[in-house]
C-alpha cells in the first residue's frame, strides 16, 4: 500500500491522559498535514510541514497539542491531558513539491478515531 | 459567514441522472480548489481540482469554477448509487498550503 497510512486508526482514552498518533506521508511527498474532523462537519487544518519544517499553525493548535516531523518523514501529533473536546477523527495528508502553479492536491490517510471518556 | 459554504443536503437523485453539487467561498484571495468524496466513517478521497476558470472534465465528473462569482461546482454524469456520499468542497489560499473545508454535501443516488 503506497498511500499515507496513520496509526492507530482508532484510540480510546480516559479526559486527562496524553495520546501520539502517528502518520506516514506517501513516500515522495515532502508536505504533510494534519486536520481534524468532527461529525457533520468538514476537516480543520491543524498544521502543516514541509519536510520537517513546521510552517504553519492554526489557532486550533492549543498548548496541548504538539506535532513534530523530526526527520522530514513521518510525523507524530501529540495531545496532552485530553478533553472530552477532542473527541475527532484526526487526519493526516501528503502532498508532493509542486512542479509549477499552485498545485496543492493532499491526499488523505484513514484517520485516527479519538474518543475521549 | 463560512469561508467555504456548501448546501449539506441531502440531494438525491436518480441513477442515471446528473448530480449538480455546488459551493460558494467568500475569500477572493483563493486560488485552488479541491472537491473530494467521503463515505460514512471513512476519509476524505480526492476526486478533482481546479486552479481556472471554466470547466475541467475527468470522466463522469465536471468541475466548474466561477471566481467572478466565487463559485465552484461539481457535475457527476451518469449517477450511481455507489456515489452516494458526502462531497466537500476546499479552497486553497494564495500564500498558504492549508486547504479550509466546506461542511459538505451528501448525496443520495437511488436505484
Known amino acids: 500500500d503506497t498511500g499515507v497510512s496513520q496509526d492507530p486508526r482508532h484510540k480510546i482514552t480516559k479526559r486527562g491522559q496524553n495520546v501520539t498518533f502517528r502518520c506516514d506521508p506517501i513516500s515522495e511527498h515532502n508536505r504533510l498535514y494534519w486536520y481534524r474532523q468532527t461529525l457533520g462537519q468538514g476537516p480543520e487544518f491543524l498544521t502543516y510541514?514541509?519536510?520537517?519544517?513546521?510552517?504553519?499553525k492554526s489557532r486550533l493548535l492549543s498548548d496541548r497539542f504538539s506535532a513534530e516531523r523530526p526527520k522530514g518523514s513521518f510525523s507524530t501529533l501529540e495531545i496532552q491531558r485530553t478533553e472530552q473536546g477532542d473527541s475527532a477523527m484526526y487526519l493526516c495528508?501528503?502532498?508532493?513539491?509542486?512542479?509549477?502553479?499552485?498545485?496543492?492536491?493532499?491526499?488523505f490517510g484513514p484517520g485516527t478515531r479519538l474518543t475521549v471518556l | 459567514q463560512k469561508e467555504v459554504e456548501q448546501n449539506s443536503g441531502p440531494l438525491s437523485v436518480p441513477e442515471g441522472a446528473i448530480a449538480s453539487l455546488n459551493c460558494t467561498y467568500s475569500?477572493?484571495?483563493?486560488?485552488?480548489f479541491f472537491w473530494y468524496r467521503q463515505y460514512s466513517g471513512k476519509s476524505p478521497e480526492l476526486i478533482m481540482f481546479?486552479?481556472?476558470?471554466g470547466d475541467k472534465e475527468d470522466g463522469r465528473f465536471t468541475a466548474q469554477l466561477n471566481k467572478a462569482s466565487q463559485y465552484v461546482s461539481l457535475l457527476i454524469r451518469d449517477s450511481q448509487p455507489s456515489d452516494s456520499a458526502t462531497y466537500l468542497c476546499?479552497?486553497?489560499?494564495?500564500?498558504?498550503?492549508?486547504?479550509?473545508f466546506g461542511t459538505g454535501t451528501r448525496l443520495l443516488v437511488s436505484p
Open positions: 476546499a479552497a486553497g489560499l494564495r500564500g498558504f498550503q492549508k486547504l479550509v
Open positions: 510541514f514541509q519536510n520537517e519544517a513546521q510552517l504553519e
Open positions: 481546479i486552479y481556472s476558470n
Open positions: 475569500d477572493r484571495g483563493s486560488q485552488s
Open positions: 495528508a501528503s502532498s508532493p513539491r509542486p512542479t509549477s502553479g499552485p498545485y496543492n492536491e493532499q491526499f
